[in-house]
């Protein structure tokens, strides 16, 4: 049996190539997009139950995703042409952080 993500990334693949995506591109946009799926799991529990969750966990869970999550983001914009990351709320995003 095919898990979730493999599905899902079949599924995006498949729309962004009926769309006119070239198929490779499509596929790596689809891998991007599914390779998050247990990082949004987590952040859409978080929403759902917000209260069933330990300071600790929500600590735990959003540093995953801010750790994961954003490079594949970035990654599949670039791939869609939608261009690359912009610092659009001027928080330095685009500059290495101090030790």
């Known amino acids: 049996m095919e898990s979730m993500q493999t599905i899902v990334t079949r599924r995006i693949a498949a729309a962004l190539n009926a769309s006119g995506t070239e198929a490779e591109v499509a596929e790596q946009i689809a891998f991007h997009l ?6 949004f799991e987590q ?11 330990s300071d600790e966990q929500v600590q735990t869970l959003v540093f995953k995703f801010l750790a994961h999550v954003p490079n594949h983001v970035a ?17 330095g995003v685009l500059e290495e952080d101090e030790d």
Do not use: M, N, T, W
């Open 34 to 39: 599914a390779d998050c799926s247990d990082d």
């Open 43 to 53: 952040i859409l529990k978080l929403y759902r139950e917000p209260q069933s969750l």
């Open 75 to 91: 990654a599949a914009k670039k791939l869609a042409g939608f261009g690359p990351i912009e610092d659009v709320f001027g928080v």
